[in-house]
C-alpha cells in the first residue's frame, strides 16, 4: 500500500471525528446563545401591570421572551445531535 492510498484511507476512516468535532461545536455556540437568550428574556419578562395586559392580550411580551423557548429547543436538538455524534464516533474506533 502506498503513502498515498494510506492517507486517503485514514482520512476516510477519520470523518466521523471530524463530523462529531464540528457536531460538538455547533452544540456548544447554541448552548451559550441559549443561555444569554434566557438570561435575558428573565430580565425582559413583563411584571406587575403590564404582565396582566400581555396575559389578557392586550400587549405582546417582547421577542426575546416569545423566542427564548424556540432557541432554547435548537440548543437542545444540537445537543442531542452532538451527543450521538460523540458516541458514534467512538463505536467507530472502537470497532477499528
Avoid at 461545536?25 to 447554541?30: F, G, I, P, Q, R
Avoid at 419578562?45 to 400587549?59: C, D, E, M, N, Y
Avoid at 427564548?68 to 460523540?86: D, E, H, K, L
Amino acid at each position: 500500500m502506498t503513502e498515498e492510498e494510506y492517507t486517503q484511507e485514514d482520512q476516510e476512516e477519520k470523518i466521523h471525528d471530524k463530523i462529531a468535532k464540528h457536531a460538538e461545536d455547533v452544540s456548544m455556540t447554541a448552548t451559550i446563545v441559549s443561555t444569554f437568550v434566557g438570561v435575558g428574556a428573565t430580565l425582559a419578562a413583563p411584571t406587575g401591570l403590564s404582565a396582566i395586559g400581555v396575559a389578557l392580550g392586550i400587549t405582546s411580551a417582547p421577542v426575546i421572551v416569545t423566542a427564548a423557548p424556540i432557541i432554547a429547543g435548537v440548543a437542545a436538538v444540537t445537543g442531542a445531535i452532538s451527543c450521538t455524534a460523540f458516541f458514534y464516533s467512538k463505536w467507530k474506533n472502537r470497532k477499528d
